[in-house]
């Protein structure tokens, strides 16, 4: 009985954090003037990310704290609020709408999302190294490329 209890203990914990990192799954509309005239709408899957008809790999490097996201979205730090940053590798001459580019002449190579209820929040990243997630750090960053945001 005390394995059966311990094997549903682990089982839940394994779907909760399935259902955590698939909070940005499936197709989102862009609802900021910023994603609607550089990336339109966007979509996840497990391993992509599909913006204006091309697909990038993407891998989630880890989870964001609710202090990490109030930093960047300026999300309520005191909420329970979680995020998750990706790995992603887009090439600096990728237009996407309206001759638009992610993050100028250079590589766009983190991703920040925050999901609530049903609004999305993504930041893009420039830069080798995963961005500081702190106040300071970003309103002084010279690797942000720009915050956008979406709705289902």
Known sequence: MQLKRWFLAIAGVLMLSLLSNAQELGYWRATSSTAESIT????????????????FPMVQARELSSAEVSAVFDADSNSPAKGHLYKIDIPAQK?????????????????ATYVQGKSLSV???????????TLDAIQNSTSLCGTFFYSR
């Open 123 to 133: 930041a893009f990243f420039s830069g080798q190294r995963p961005p500081v997630f």
């Open 40 to 55: 339109g709408d966007i979509a996840f899957s497990d391993a992509k990310l599909l913006i204006n008809f091309a697909t």
């Open 95 to 111: 237009k996407f709408l309206h001759k638009n580019t992610l993050c100028g002449q250079e590589e766009t190579q983190w991703m």
